[in-house]
């Protein structure tokens, strides 16, 4: 059974920095794309970045110049670093992996358990 595990989140102040991980295991899978989404009280969910099986990466204009995600290979995790951070990035990050399941021979799609990032003074 996939599990997605997320870590990094917390509580930064204004202009500081933190990094989520992504890390996926239990499951022989090929890597398709990875998604990290957000959503923060009464707003809906927002995709922030992604990154593909080609190493394409794609970001949200509020987030653009700021936040970089990045991926291991080797330790099948993805990463989002974000830096220069505003009252505003204050959200539950969320990823999502979708990739082949080579055992089943299906595409999947995979969330995480979310993880609270709160930018704040």
């Known amino acids: 059974q996939l599990q997605l595990v997320e870590s990094g989140g917390g509580l930064v102040q204004p202009g500081g920095s933190l990094r989520l991980s992504c890390a996926a295991s239990g499951i022989s899978f090929r890597f398709n794309a990875m998604g990290w989404f957000r959503q923060a009280p009464g707003k809906q969910r927002e995709l922030v970045a992604s990154i593909t099986s080609a190493g394409s990466t794609n970001y949200a204009d509020s987030v653009k110049g700021r936040f970089t995600i990045s991926r291991d290979n080797a330790k099948n995790t993805v990463y989002l670093q974000m830096n220069s951070l505003k009252p505003e990035d204050t959200a539950v990050y969320s990823c999502?992996?979708?990739?082949?399941?080579?055992?089943?021979?299906?595409?999947?799609?995979?969330w995480g358990q979310g993880t609270q990032v709160t930018v704040s003074s």
């Open positions: 999502n992996l979708n990739g082949y399941d080579e055992a089943e021979g299906t595409e999947f799609g995979s």
